[in-house]
């Protein structure tokens, strides 16, 4: 089976690098979260997926404060 590197990205204000790793991690856990793109690299280049594509945006979900 195949091996792949998977990543997301996301940009975060946070007070501390701490901080801002608790708040993306708030954020992707978030099951109202819209943060469903993912980037997929392959041997043949790199693949975007959207894995909730009909969901249109944010939902009032925030990051922890603390």
Partial sequence: MP???VTW???VEAGTP???ALAA???QRDPASWATVFT???DNGDVVLDLHPD???PRGSR???A
Wanted: proline content about 10%; cysteine-free.
């Fill in 55 to 57: 969901q249109t945006g």
């Fill in 18 to 20: 701490r901080l801002a």
């Fill in 25 to 27: 991690l708030a954020i």
């Fill in 9 to 11: 990205t996301l940009d």
């Fill in 40 to 42: 997929v690299h392959t």
């Fill in 3 to 5: 091996e792949y590197s």
């Fill in 63 to 65: 990051p922890p404060t």
